[in-house]
Protein backbone atom coordinates (compact mmCIF):
# COMPACT_ATOMS: atom_id res chain seq x y z
CA UNK A 1 0.00 0.00 0.00
CA UNK A 2 1.12 3.65 -1.06
CA UNK A 3 3.18 5.37 1.96
CA UNK A 4 0.46 8.34 2.52
CA UNK A 5 -2.10 5.73 3.78
CA UNK A 6 0.32 4.73 6.53
CA UNK A 7 2.02 8.38 7.38
CA UNK A 8 -0.02 10.70 10.20
CA UNK A 9 -1.43 8.25 12.18
CA UNK A 10 -1.00 9.04 16.18
CA UNK A 11 -1.71 5.57 17.21
CA UNK A 12 0.54 2.77 15.53
CA UNK A 13 -2.55 0.40 15.57
CA UNK A 14 -4.36 2.91 13.22
CA UNK A 15 -2.84 1.24 9.94
CA UNK A 16 -3.56 -2.07 10.91
CA UNK A 17 -7.43 -1.04 11.63
CA UNK A 18 -7.19 0.83 8.19
CA UNK A 19 -5.71 -1.77 6.80
CA UNK A 20 -7.77 -4.77 7.56
CA UNK A 21 -11.15 -2.76 7.60
CA UNK A 22 -10.30 -1.83 3.85
CA UNK A 23 -9.63 -6.08 3.25
CA UNK A 24 -13.24 -6.66 5.00
CA UNK A 25 -15.32 -3.86 2.83
CA UNK A 26 -13.92 -5.56 0.14
CA UNK A 27 -15.56 -9.00 0.86
CA UNK A 28 -18.51 -7.23 1.67
CA UNK A 29 -18.66 -5.79 -1.57
CA UNK A 30 -18.17 -9.48 -2.74
CA UNK A 31 -20.78 -10.84 -0.47
CA UNK A 32 -23.51 -8.61 -1.31
CA UNK A 33 -23.23 -8.93 -5.45
CA UNK A 34 -23.11 -12.42 -4.71
CA UNK A 35 -26.40 -12.51 -3.02
CA UNK A 36 -28.14 -10.38 -5.67
CA UNK A 37 -27.14 -12.48 -8.35
CA UNK A 38 -28.11 -15.97 -5.63
CA UNK A 39 -24.62 -17.60 -5.47
CA UNK A 40 -22.83 -18.64 -2.90
CA UNK A 41 -21.25 -15.81 -1.03
CA UNK A 42 -18.35 -17.63 -0.64
CA UNK A 43 -17.68 -16.97 -4.82
CA UNK A 44 -17.84 -13.65 -4.24
CA UNK A 45 -15.37 -13.44 -1.04
CA UNK A 46 -13.62 -15.16 -3.32
CA UNK A 47 -13.57 -13.45 -6.94
CA UNK A 48 -13.29 -9.78 -4.99
CA UNK A 49 -10.12 -10.73 -3.82
CA UNK A 50 -8.50 -12.37 -6.81
CA UNK A 51 -10.04 -8.85 -8.78
CA UNK A 52 -8.23 -6.91 -5.78
CA UNK A 53 -5.43 -9.04 -5.59
CA UNK A 54 -4.61 -8.86 -9.42
CA UNK A 55 -5.46 -5.21 -9.82
CA UNK A 56 -3.90 -3.97 -7.06
CA UNK A 57 -0.74 -5.79 -7.43
CA UNK A 58 -0.49 -4.65 -11.20
CA UNK A 59 -0.44 -0.69 -9.78
CA UNK A 60 2.33 -1.55 -7.38
CA UNK A 61 0.31 -1.45 -3.88
CA UNK A 62 3.22 -3.12 -1.49
CA UNK A 63 0.27 -4.83 1.03
CA UNK A 64 -0.85 -7.03 -1.56
CA UNK A 65 2.01 -7.70 -2.88
CA UNK A 66 2.93 -9.19 0.63
CA UNK A 67 -0.21 -10.81 0.62
CA UNK A 68 -0.38 -12.58 -2.44
CA UNK A 69 2.56 -14.91 -1.25
CA UNK A 70 1.27 -16.12 1.97
CA UNK A 71 2.45 -16.94 5.42
CA UNK A 72 6.21 -17.74 3.96
CA UNK A 73 6.45 -13.78 4.16
CA UNK A 74 6.76 -14.15 7.69
CA UNK A 75 9.63 -16.76 7.40
CA UNK A 76 11.54 -13.78 5.72
CA UNK A 77 11.40 -11.90 8.43
CA UNK A 78 11.75 -14.48 11.16
CA UNK A 79 14.76 -15.28 9.71
CA UNK A 80 16.49 -11.40 9.33
CA UNK A 81 15.35 -11.15 13.10
CA UNK A 82 17.70 -14.09 14.26
CA UNK A 83 20.58 -11.97 12.22
CA UNK A 84 20.48 -13.67 8.47
CA UNK A 85 21.00 -11.13 5.44
CA UNK A 86 17.69 -9.66 3.89
CA UNK A 87 18.44 -9.86 0.30
CA UNK A 88 19.68 -13.40 0.39
CA UNK A 89 16.51 -14.70 2.85
CA UNK A 90 14.40 -13.13 0.29
CA UNK A 91 16.01 -14.47 -2.65
CA UNK A 92 16.23 -17.90 -0.97
CA UNK A 93 12.55 -18.35 -0.18
CA UNK A 94 10.99 -16.64 -3.02
CA UNK A 95 13.45 -17.11 -6.01
CA UNK A 96 15.35 -14.25 -7.72
CA UNK A 97 12.21 -12.82 -9.37
CA UNK A 98 10.24 -11.75 -6.36
CA UNK A 99 12.94 -11.70 -3.65
CA UNK A 100 13.76 -8.38 -4.48
CA UNK A 101 10.91 -6.66 -4.44
CA UNK A 102 9.67 -8.07 -1.35
CA UNK A 103 13.00 -7.09 0.49
CA UNK A 104 12.51 -3.47 -0.97
CA UNK A 105 8.77 -3.52 0.89
CA UNK A 106 9.99 -4.57 3.59
CA UNK A 107 13.28 -2.19 3.87
CA UNK A 108 11.15 0.80 3.09
CA UNK A 109 10.21 3.23 5.74
CA UNK A 110 6.28 1.93 5.84
CA UNK A 111 7.57 -1.28 5.72
CA UNK A 112 7.33 -2.36 8.96
CA UNK A 113 3.34 -0.99 8.99
CA UNK A 114 2.93 -3.05 5.70
CA UNK A 115 3.88 -6.52 7.89
CA UNK A 116 2.21 -5.47 10.64
CA UNK A 117 -0.92 -4.61 8.42
CA UNK A 118 -0.44 -7.79 6.75
CA UNK A 119 0.15 -10.41 9.89
CA UNK A 120 -2.86 -8.91 11.28
CA UNK A 121 -4.99 -9.67 8.37
CA UNK A 122 -3.44 -13.58 8.14
CA UNK A 123 -4.22 -13.95 11.85
CA UNK A 124 -8.00 -12.64 11.33
CA UNK A 125 -8.24 -14.99 8.19
CA UNK A 126 -6.74 -17.88 10.61
CA UNK A 127 -9.32 -17.31 13.51
CA UNK A 128 -11.85 -17.03 10.54
CA UNK A 129 -11.29 -20.81 9.72
CA UNK A 130 -11.54 -21.72 13.08
CA UNK A 131 -14.99 -20.19 13.55
CA UNK A 132 -16.02 -21.52 10.28
CA UNK A 133 -15.06 -25.36 11.39
CA UNK A 134 -16.97 -24.47 14.15
CA UNK A 135 -19.89 -23.49 12.98
CA UNK A 136 -20.42 -26.43 10.78
CA UNK A 137 -19.36 -28.37 14.17
CA UNK A 138 -22.43 -26.57 15.48
CA UNK A 139 -24.86 -27.81 12.64
CA UNK A 140 -23.73 -31.00 13.05
CA UNK A 141 -26.96 -33.51 14.74
CA UNK A 142 -25.38 -36.72 14.94
CA UNK A 143 -28.68 -37.96 15.95
CA UNK A 144 -30.50 -36.77 13.05
CA UNK A 145 -27.94 -38.99 11.27
CA UNK A 146 -28.42 -42.06 12.21
CA UNK A 147 -31.99 -42.87 10.58
CA UNK A 148 -30.00 -42.65 7.13
CA UNK A 149 -26.44 -43.89 8.92
CA UNK A 150 -25.67 -46.58 6.16
CA UNK A 151 -26.55 -44.67 3.27
CA UNK A 152 -24.53 -41.40 4.51
CA UNK A 153 -21.86 -43.52 5.86
CA UNK A 154 -21.49 -45.29 2.19
CA UNK A 155 -21.69 -41.62 0.37
CA UNK A 156 -19.10 -40.47 2.64
CA UNK A 157 -16.71 -43.03 1.57
CA UNK A 158 -17.32 -43.48 -1.80
CA UNK A 159 -17.48 -39.69 -1.86
CA UNK A 160 -13.93 -39.09 0.11
CA UNK A 161 -12.04 -42.16 -1.90
CA UNK A 162 -12.75 -41.95 -5.52
CA UNK A 163 -12.05 -38.11 -5.42
CA UNK A 164 -9.14 -38.95 -3.75
CA UNK A 165 -8.13 -41.29 -6.03
CA UNK A 166 -8.66 -39.67 -8.96
CA UNK A 167 -7.05 -36.72 -8.27
CA UNK A 168 -3.78 -38.47 -7.07
CA UNK A 169 -3.80 -40.16 -10.87
CA UNK A 170 -4.80 -37.08 -12.95
CA UNK A 171 -1.70 -35.53 -11.02
CA UNK A 172 1.17 -38.27 -11.60
CA UNK A 173 -0.37 -38.42 -15.52
CA UNK A 174 -0.25 -34.23 -16.13
CA UNK A 175 2.24 -33.67 -13.50
CA UNK A 176 4.44 -36.93 -13.50
CA UNK A 177 7.59 -34.40 -11.56
CA UNK A 178 5.57 -33.42 -9.02
CA UNK A 179 6.82 -34.75 -5.67
CA UNK A 180 4.77 -37.32 -3.66
CA UNK A 181 3.99 -35.28 -0.83
CA UNK A 182 2.53 -32.95 -3.54
CA UNK A 183 0.63 -35.18 -5.33
CA UNK A 184 -0.94 -36.57 -2.25
CA UNK A 185 -1.82 -33.52 -0.64
CA UNK A 186 -3.44 -31.98 -3.69
CA UNK A 187 -5.40 -35.15 -4.27
CA UNK A 188 -6.94 -34.93 -0.76
CA UNK A 189 -7.86 -31.16 -1.18
CA UNK A 190 -10.51 -32.80 -3.98
CA UNK A 191 -12.25 -35.06 -1.04
CA UNK A 192 -13.89 -31.94 0.86
CA UNK A 193 -17.84 -30.89 0.60
CA UNK A 194 -19.20 -27.94 1.34
CA UNK A 195 -22.02 -28.54 4.40
CA UNK A 196 -23.08 -24.98 4.17
CA UNK A 197 -24.09 -24.74 0.23
CA UNK A 198 -25.72 -27.64 -0.09
CA UNK A 199 -27.86 -26.96 2.80
CA UNK A 200 -28.92 -23.55 1.54
CA UNK A 201 -29.81 -24.95 -1.58
CA UNK A 202 -31.94 -27.63 0.19
CA UNK A 203 -33.45 -25.23 2.65
CA UNK A 204 -34.80 -23.20 -0.04
CA UNK A 205 -36.27 -26.32 -1.72
CA UNK A 206 -37.92 -27.11 1.28
CA UNK A 207 -36.35 -30.79 1.01
CA UNK A 208 -33.93 -30.35 4.14
CA UNK A 209 -35.94 -33.27 5.88
CA UNK A 210 -36.25 -35.01 2.91
CA UNK A 211 -34.65 -38.73 2.42
CA UNK A 212 -32.30 -37.34 0.36
CA UNK A 213 -31.46 -34.00 2.11
CA UNK A 214 -30.37 -36.27 5.09
CA UNK A 215 -28.38 -38.66 3.40
CA UNK A 216 -26.46 -35.77 1.88
CA UNK A 217 -25.96 -33.71 5.09
CA UNK A 218 -25.07 -36.98 6.94
CA UNK A 219 -22.48 -37.69 4.29
CA UNK A 220 -21.03 -34.62 4.20
CA UNK A 221 -20.73 -34.64 7.89
CA UNK A 222 -19.10 -38.01 7.03
CA UNK A 223 -16.82 -36.42 4.22
CA UNK A 224 -15.53 -33.67 6.98
CA UNK A 225 -14.35 -36.23 9.38
CA UNK A 226 -12.96 -38.59 7.06
CA UNK A 227 -11.44 -35.68 5.01
CA UNK A 228 -10.18 -34.17 8.68
CA UNK A 229 -8.28 -37.56 9.25
CA UNK A 230 -7.01 -37.92 5.70
CA UNK A 231 -5.62 -34.14 6.29
CA UNK A 232 -4.02 -35.05 9.57
CA UNK A 233 -2.24 -37.98 8.06
CA UNK A 234 -1.18 -36.56 4.70
CA UNK A 235 -0.22 -33.23 7.08
CA UNK A 236 2.10 -35.86 8.76
CA UNK A 237 3.78 -37.83 5.88
CA UNK A 238 4.27 -33.81 4.18
CA UNK A 239 6.35 -32.69 7.56
CA UNK A 240 8.09 -36.40 8.46
CA UNK A 241 9.27 -36.07 4.80
CA UNK A 242 8.22 -39.87 4.04
CA UNK A 243 5.85 -42.91 3.83
CA UNK A 244 6.43 -44.29 7.50
CA UNK A 245 3.94 -46.81 7.86
CA UNK A 246 4.18 -46.61 11.79
CA UNK A 247 4.11 -42.84 11.86
CA UNK A 248 0.74 -42.65 9.55
CA UNK A 249 -0.86 -45.42 11.56
CA UNK A 250 0.21 -43.15 14.78
CA UNK A 251 -1.52 -39.92 12.93
CA UNK A 252 -4.53 -42.32 12.24
CA UNK A 253 -5.01 -43.13 15.83
CA UNK A 254 -4.08 -40.01 17.50
CA UNK A 255 -6.54 -38.36 15.29
CA UNK A 256 -8.92 -41.06 16.08
CA UNK A 257 -8.47 -40.93 19.74
CA UNK A 258 -8.49 -37.03 19.91
CA UNK A 259 -12.42 -37.39 18.26
CA UNK A 260 -13.72 -39.57 20.35
CA UNK A 261 -11.65 -37.97 23.72
CA UNK A 262 -13.36 -34.72 22.53
CA UNK A 263 -16.72 -36.06 22.07
CA UNK A 264 -16.70 -38.23 25.29
CA UNK A 265 -15.42 -36.23 27.42
CA UNK A 266 -16.04 -32.59 25.79
CA UNK A 267 -19.53 -32.73 27.49
CA UNK A 268 -18.06 -33.11 30.95
CA UNK A 269 -15.48 -30.29 30.18
CA UNK A 270 -18.65 -27.95 29.21
CA UNK A 271 -20.77 -28.47 32.37
CA UNK A 272 -18.08 -27.67 34.86
CA UNK A 273 -16.83 -24.28 32.76
CA UNK A 274 -21.42 -24.19 32.43
CA UNK A 275 -21.35 -24.71 36.37
CA UNK A 276 -18.25 -22.42 37.16
CA UNK A 277 -20.14 -18.88 35.26
CA UNK A 278 -23.62 -19.73 36.85
CA UNK A 279 -23.05 -16.99 38.44
CA UNK A 280 -22.58 -14.60 35.20
CA UNK A 281 -25.14 -13.52 32.68
CA UNK A 282 -26.30 -16.72 30.65
CA UNK A 283 -25.19 -15.13 27.11
CA UNK A 284 -21.79 -14.27 29.17
CA UNK A 285 -21.85 -17.82 29.96
CA UNK A 286 -22.52 -19.08 26.49
CA UNK A 287 -19.76 -16.65 25.09
CA UNK A 288 -17.07 -17.02 27.13
CA UNK A 289 -17.78 -20.92 27.55
CA UNK A 290 -18.15 -21.66 23.37
CA UNK A 291 -15.05 -19.32 22.93
CA UNK A 292 -12.66 -20.79 25.49
CA UNK A 293 -13.78 -24.33 24.66
CA UNK A 294 -13.34 -24.00 20.92
CA UNK A 295 -9.57 -22.14 21.41
CA UNK A 296 -8.77 -25.43 23.56
CA UNK A 297 -9.38 -27.86 21.17
CA UNK A 298 -7.67 -26.15 18.62
CA UNK A 299 -4.72 -25.99 20.83
CA UNK A 300 -5.16 -29.34 21.65
CA UNK A 301 -5.54 -30.81 18.29
CA UNK A 302 -2.41 -28.76 17.53
CA UNK A 303 -0.43 -29.81 20.58
CA UNK A 304 -1.20 -33.61 19.28
CA UNK A 305 -0.25 -32.98 16.14
CA UNK A 306 -3.44 -32.29 14.14
CA UNK A 307 -4.63 -29.40 12.23
CA UNK A 308 -6.24 -26.61 14.61
CA UNK A 309 -9.55 -27.00 12.49
CA UNK A 310 -9.97 -30.87 13.54
CA UNK A 311 -10.23 -29.31 17.07
CA UNK A 312 -12.68 -26.55 16.03
CA UNK A 313 -14.97 -28.93 14.24
CA UNK A 314 -15.04 -31.24 17.23
CA UNK A 315 -15.91 -28.07 19.60
CA UNK A 316 -19.18 -27.70 17.41
CA UNK A 317 -20.07 -31.27 17.69
CA UNK A 318 -19.76 -31.16 20.86
CA UNK A 319 -21.82 -28.03 22.18
CA UNK A 320 -25.33 -27.41 22.38
CA UNK A 321 -27.61 -24.96 24.25
CA UNK A 322 -28.85 -27.78 26.87
CA UNK A 323 -25.74 -27.45 28.61
CA UNK A 324 -26.99 -24.27 29.96
CA UNK A 325 -30.74 -25.16 30.24
CA UNK A 326 -30.53 -25.09 34.02
CA UNK A 327 -28.78 -21.29 33.84
CA UNK A 328 -31.48 -20.63 31.52
CA UNK A 329 -34.70 -21.25 33.33
CA UNK A 330 -33.13 -19.54 36.46
CA UNK A 331 -32.44 -16.30 34.82
CA UNK A 332 -35.62 -15.90 32.99
CA UNK A 333 -33.78 -13.68 30.55
CA UNK A 334 -34.24 -14.51 26.87
CA UNK A 335 -33.14 -17.47 25.55
CA UNK A 336 -30.00 -16.94 22.79
CA UNK A 337 -28.14 -20.09 20.99
CA UNK A 338 -24.66 -20.30 20.40
CA UNK A 339 -25.23 -20.23 16.98
CA UNK A 340 -26.62 -16.33 17.38
CA UNK A 341 -23.88 -15.79 19.73
CA UNK A 342 -20.93 -16.75 17.60
CA UNK A 343 -22.48 -16.03 14.32
CA UNK A 344 -20.66 -12.24 13.93
CA UNK A 345 -17.79 -13.27 14.88
CA UNK A 346 -17.99 -15.79 11.97
CA UNK A 347 -19.58 -12.94 9.85
CA UNK A 348 -16.61 -10.89 10.59
CA UNK A 349 -13.67 -12.96 10.09
CA UNK A 350 -14.72 -15.71 7.45
CA UNK A 351 -14.69 -13.12 4.66
CA UNK A 352 -11.27 -12.29 5.40
CA UNK A 353 -10.04 -15.45 5.31
CA UNK A 354 -11.98 -15.94 1.55
CA UNK A 355 -10.72 -12.96 0.28
CA UNK A 356 -7.56 -13.44 1.52
CA UNK A 357 -7.16 -16.51 -0.43
CA UNK A 358 -8.73 -14.59 -3.57
CA UNK A 359 -5.93 -12.27 -3.28
CA UNK A 360 -3.36 -15.56 -3.17
CA UNK A 361 -4.51 -16.56 -6.85
CA UNK A 362 -2.05 -15.29 -9.57
CA UNK A 363 -4.18 -14.59 -12.75
CA UNK A 364 -0.25 -14.83 -14.98
CA UNK A 365 -0.57 -18.05 -13.39
CA UNK A 366 -3.33 -19.50 -16.03
CA UNK A 367 -1.04 -17.98 -18.74
CA UNK A 368 0.95 -21.40 -18.38
CA UNK A 369 -0.32 -24.16 -20.68
CA UNK A 370 0.29 -26.82 -17.84
CA UNK A 371 -1.62 -24.82 -15.19
CA UNK A 372 -4.85 -25.02 -17.08
CA UNK A 373 -4.22 -28.73 -17.91
CA UNK A 374 -3.92 -29.65 -14.13
CA UNK A 375 -6.84 -26.99 -13.36
CA UNK A 376 -8.64 -29.05 -16.09
CA UNK A 377 -7.45 -32.81 -14.49
CA UNK A 378 -8.53 -31.66 -11.11
CA UNK A 379 -12.08 -30.19 -12.28
CA UNK A 380 -13.03 -33.67 -14.06
CA UNK A 381 -11.69 -35.84 -11.42
CA UNK A 382 -13.54 -33.50 -8.63
CA UNK A 383 -16.67 -33.67 -10.45
CA UNK A 384 -16.57 -37.28 -11.73
CA UNK A 385 -15.26 -38.69 -8.19
CA UNK A 386 -18.29 -37.37 -6.56
CA UNK A 387 -21.30 -38.30 -8.98
CA UNK A 388 -19.82 -41.54 -7.97
CA UNK A 389 -20.67 -40.88 -4.28
CA UNK A 390 -24.32 -41.26 -5.60
CA UNK A 391 -24.01 -45.26 -5.76
CA UNK A 392 -24.08 -44.93 -1.99
CA UNK A 393 -27.96 -43.89 -1.71
CA UNK A 394 -30.33 -46.98 -1.43
CA UNK A 395 -33.14 -45.48 -3.40
CA UNK A 396 -32.38 -45.01 -7.40
CA UNK A 397 -34.12 -41.79 -7.30
CA UNK A 398 -32.37 -40.67 -4.73
CA UNK A 399 -28.58 -41.23 -6.33
CA UNK A 400 -28.81 -38.23 -8.75
CA UNK A 401 -29.62 -35.84 -5.99
CA UNK A 402 -27.18 -37.18 -3.72
CA UNK A 403 -24.33 -37.02 -6.35
CA UNK A 404 -25.14 -33.19 -7.38
CA UNK A 405 -25.58 -32.76 -3.62
CA UNK A 406 -21.79 -33.89 -2.76
CA UNK A 407 -19.74 -31.68 -5.86
CA UNK A 408 -19.38 -28.13 -4.36
CA UNK A 409 -16.25 -28.23 -2.40
CA UNK A 410 -16.32 -24.11 -1.43
CA UNK A 411 -14.69 -23.15 1.85
CA UNK A 412 -13.52 -27.04 2.84
CA UNK A 413 -11.77 -27.18 0.00
CA UNK A 414 -10.36 -23.64 0.20
CA UNK A 415 -8.97 -24.33 4.06
CA UNK A 416 -7.28 -27.51 2.36
CA UNK A 417 -5.72 -25.89 -0.17
CA UNK A 418 -4.88 -23.35 2.39
CA UNK A 419 -2.87 -25.47 5.25
CA UNK A 420 -0.97 -26.98 2.18
CA UNK A 421 0.48 -23.52 0.72
CA UNK A 422 1.75 -23.20 4.24
CA UNK A 423 3.30 -26.42 4.75
CA UNK A 424 5.11 -25.46 0.94
CA UNK A 425 3.83 -28.57 -0.54
CA UNK A 426 1.63 -26.42 -2.77
CA UNK A 427 2.63 -23.28 -5.19
CA UNK A 428 1.18 -21.05 -7.06
CA UNK A 429 0.63 -22.46 -9.96
CA UNK A 430 -1.09 -25.24 -8.37
CA UNK A 431 -3.04 -23.07 -5.68
CA UNK A 432 -4.50 -21.26 -8.77
CA UNK A 433 -5.77 -24.72 -10.75
CA UNK A 434 -7.62 -26.09 -6.99
CA UNK A 435 -9.15 -22.47 -6.46
CA UNK A 436 -10.09 -22.80 -9.83
CA UNK A 437 -11.44 -26.59 -9.43
CA UNK A 438 -13.44 -24.52 -5.59
CA UNK A 439 -14.73 -21.68 -7.83
CA UNK A 440 -16.43 -24.05 -10.59
CA UNK A 441 -17.85 -26.70 -8.65
CA UNK A 442 -19.21 -24.26 -6.04
CA UNK A 443 -20.77 -21.85 -8.95
CA UNK A 444 -22.39 -24.73 -10.88
CA UNK A 445 -23.59 -27.62 -8.12
CA UNK A 446 -26.33 -25.28 -6.53
CA UNK A 447 -27.79 -24.60 -10.21
CA UNK A 448 -27.86 -28.08 -10.74
CA UNK A 449 -29.27 -29.31 -7.73
CA UNK A 450 -32.12 -26.79 -7.57
CA UNK A 451 -33.21 -28.25 -11.24
CA UNK A 452 -32.77 -31.95 -10.36
CA UNK A 453 -34.94 -31.43 -7.04
CA UNK A 454 -37.05 -29.19 -9.38
CA UNK A 455 -37.62 -32.07 -11.99
CA UNK A 456 -38.29 -34.02 -9.26
CA UNK A 457 -41.08 -32.70 -7.75
CA UNK A 458 -42.41 -32.62 -11.04
CA UNK A 459 -42.68 -36.23 -12.05
CA UNK A 460 -43.74 -36.54 -8.44
CA UNK A 461 -47.15 -34.20 -9.10
CA UNK A 462 -47.83 -35.93 -12.24
Same mark, same amino acid.
Given at each position: ??????? +???????????? *???????????? *?????????????????? %?????? !?????? =?????? &???? &?????????????????????????????????????????????????????????? /???????????????????????? &????????????????????????????????????????????????????????????????????????? +????????????????? =???????????????????????????????? %????? =??????????????? *?? !?????????????? !?????????????????????? #????????????????????????????????????????????????????????????? #???? #????? /?????????????? !????????? =??????????????????????????????? &?????
Amino acid at each position: MQPGLYF +GHGDPIAPVILG *VTSILAFAVIGR *VVARKLSQPTVLGELLMG %ILLGNI !AWYYGV =DLIAVL &REGP &RVFDVVNQTLMGAPLDQVAISIFGADKGPELARIIRSPHGGQVMQVAQAVDVFSRYGV /IFLLFMVGLNTNLDEMRSVGRDSI &RVAIIGVIMPLTLGYLVVILIRPEMSFNSSLFIAATLGATSIGITANVLKEMGRSGSREGKIILGAAVGDDIL +GLVILAVVSGIVVSGSV =DIAEVSTVIVVSTLFLIAAVKLGPLLVRIAAT %IMRRL =DIVEAKMFTSYLFVM *VL !AWMANLAGLATIIG !AFAAGVVLHDSFFARHENSSGS #KVVSIRELIMPLEVILVPIFFILMGIQVKIESFLSWPVVTLAGGLLVAAVVGKLASGLGAS #KPAA #KLVVA /IGMLPRGEVGLVFA !AIGRTLGVI =DDSVFAAIVLMVFITTLAAPSWLKAELSRQI &RQQKD
